[in-house]
């Protein structure tokens, strides 16, 4: 069975930093470019970051380029997206997935930013 589980998300303050893993199982993880997506309330999917099947080459949407980093442990299955300075503009849910066909999504982790 595939699986892909975020965690690490939660309530930070702006400016505040917080760290989100996906943990994948039941596909050969190291074989898959992986995306992060994230959807604001009332809003539609937001692509955030993309990282290669071997960690090499990483893009970014504009608005976190600086603030975001995106990387991937092959040895430990686990995706991670490193959140910094973060905005009220950042709150969302964040979703990890594959990037390409076949797609595999996770259940998603919620990041809210406020004072």
């Known amino acids: 069975e595939v699986k892909l589980v975020e965690s690490g998300g939660g309530l930070v303050q702006p400016g505040g930093s917080l760290r989100l893993s996906c943990a994948a199982s039941?596909?050969?993880?190291?074989?898959?470019?992986m995306t992060w997506f994230r959807q604001a309330p009332g809003k539609g999917p937001e692509w955030v970051s993309n990282?290669?099947?071997?960690?090499?080459?990483?893009h970014y949407r504009d608005s976190v380029k600086g603030r975001f980093t995106i990387s991937r442990d092959n040895a430990k299955n686990t995706l991670y997206l490193q959140m910094n300075s973060l905005k009220p503009e950042d709150t969302a849910v964040y979703y990890c997935?594959?990037?390409?066909?076949?797609?595999?999504w996770g259940q998603g982790t919620q990041v809210t930013v406020s004072s």
């Open positions: 997935g594959t990037a390409g066909d076949p797609s595999y």
């Open positions: 039941g596909f050969t993880f190291r074989n898959y470019d």
């Open positions: 990282i290669d099947s071997g960690g090499g080459s990483t």
